[in-house]
C-alpha cells in the first residue's frame, strides 16, 4: 500500500482526514505516526505559502510524499482577517469563549456578518515539486456560539443555507461541505488519475 504523510499534529484535522481516506488504498501516516514533533515556522503571507513550508518540510525530513494543510478564518467586519494568523488570533484571548464574545460584538457593531474558511492543502511528491488545491465555505458569523462538536472557530460559524453552526454539525456532515474536504477531494482526484 502506498504511503502518504499528513503533516499535522492536530487530533481533530487527522480523525476528519483519516475518515475521509478510509475508502482509499492508502495508508494515510500523521507526525505521531512518524515521531516528528519539529514544525517549520510559517512564515508565509498566504494559506498556499504556508501549507508549502510545511509540505516541503515533510517531505525533505522522511522522503514520503507529504500534504499539509493551512487553513483559516476570513471575517468580514473584521477586515477579512485574521486569515493565516487564526490559530495566532484565537490563542491571543484568554479563552475561546471571549474571542467568539469579540468577533460577534464587531459583526454586530458593523452589521456585517459574512465569513468564510478556506483551506490550502500542498502536497510535494519531489524536491522541489508541489501542487496546490484550495477549498473555500462561505457562510456568516453567528449571533451567538453554539455546538460543540468541531474544534476552532466551529461554533460561531454558520454555513451559507445553513441554519446550525459548523460546531453542531456531526463530524460526517461537516464533511460534506468543509472548506477542508473540498480541497481534499480535489486532493484525491489529483493522486487517483
Ligand atoms: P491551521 O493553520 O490550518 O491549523 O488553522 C489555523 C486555525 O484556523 C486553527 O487553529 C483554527 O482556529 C482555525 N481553523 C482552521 N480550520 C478550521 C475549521 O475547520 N473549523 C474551525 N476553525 C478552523
Given at each position: 500500500m502506498r504511503q502518504l504523510l499528513f503533516?499535522?499534529?492536530n487530533k481533530n484535522k487527522i480523525i476528519e482526514i483519516k475518515k475521509i481516506f478510509k475508502k482509499f488504498n492508502l495508508e494515510l501516516l500523521s507526525l505521531n505516526d512518524l515521531n516528528i514533533s519539529n514544525e517549520p515556522e510559517e512564515?508565509?503571507?498566504t494559506f498556499e505559502e504556508n501549507a508549502k513550508i510545511k509540505s516541503d518540510y515533510g517531505f525533505n525530513k522522511t522522503g514520503i510524499p507529504c500534504f499539509a494543510d493551512d487553513s483559516g478564518i476570513c471575517i468580514e467586519s473584521l477586515n477579512w482577517k485574521p486569515g493565516v494568523l487564526s490559530k495566532r488570533f484565537l490563542n491571543d484571548f484568554k479563552s475561546n469563549e471571549a474571542c467568539f464574545k469579540s468577533v460577534i460584538k464587531s459583526t454586530k457593531k458593523n452589521s456585517q456578518q459574512n465569513a468564510y474558511f478556506k483551506t490550502s492543502i500542498s502536497l510535494t511528491v519531489k524536491e522541489n515539486q508541489n501542487v496546490v488545491f484550495n477549498g473555500k465555505i462561505d457562510g456568516k458569523i453567528s449571533e451567538q456560539a453554539k455546538g460543540g462538536f468541531g474544534f476552532g472557530y466551529d461554533p460561531i460559524f454558520i454555513p451559507k443555507n445553513y441554519n446550525k453552526t459548523l460546531a453542531e454539525l456531526s463530524t460526517r456532515e461537516k464533511n460534506e461541505i468543509s472548506h477542508r474536504s473540498i480541497a481534499i477531494k480535489k486532493l484525491i482526484n489529483f493522486l487517483i488519475n
Amino acid at each position: 500500500m502506498r504511503q502518504l504523510l499528513f503533516f499535522s499534529n492536530n487530533k481533530n484535522k487527522i480523525i476528519e482526514i483519516k475518515k475521509i481516506f478510509k475508502k482509499f488504498n492508502l495508508e494515510l501516516l500523521s507526525l505521531n505516526d512518524l515521531n516528528i514533533s519539529n514544525e517549520p515556522e510559517e512564515t508565509g503571507k498566504t494559506f498556499e505559502e504556508n501549507a508549502k513550508i510545511k509540505s516541503d518540510y515533510g517531505f525533505n525530513k522522511t522522503g514520503i510524499p507529504c500534504f499539509a494543510d493551512d487553513s483559516g478564518i476570513c471575517i468580514e467586519s473584521l477586515n477579512w482577517k485574521p486569515g493565516v494568523l487564526s490559530k495566532r488570533f484565537l490563542n491571543d484571548f484568554k479563552s475561546n469563549e471571549a474571542c467568539f464574545k469579540s468577533v460577534i460584538k464587531s459583526t454586530k457593531k458593523n452589521s456585517q456578518q459574512n465569513a468564510y474558511f478556506k483551506t490550502s492543502i500542498s502536497l510535494t511528491v519531489k524536491e522541489n515539486q508541489n501542487v496546490v488545491f484550495n477549498g473555500k465555505i462561505d457562510g456568516k458569523i453567528s449571533e451567538q456560539a453554539k455546538g460543540g462538536f468541531g474544534f476552532g472557530y466551529d461554533p460561531i460559524f454558520i454555513p451559507k443555507n445553513y441554519n446550525k453552526t459548523l460546531a453542531e454539525l456531526s463530524t460526517r456532515e461537516k464533511n460534506e461541505i468543509s472548506h477542508r474536504s473540498i480541497a481534499i477531494k480535489k486532493l484525491i482526484n489529483f493522486l487517483i488519475n
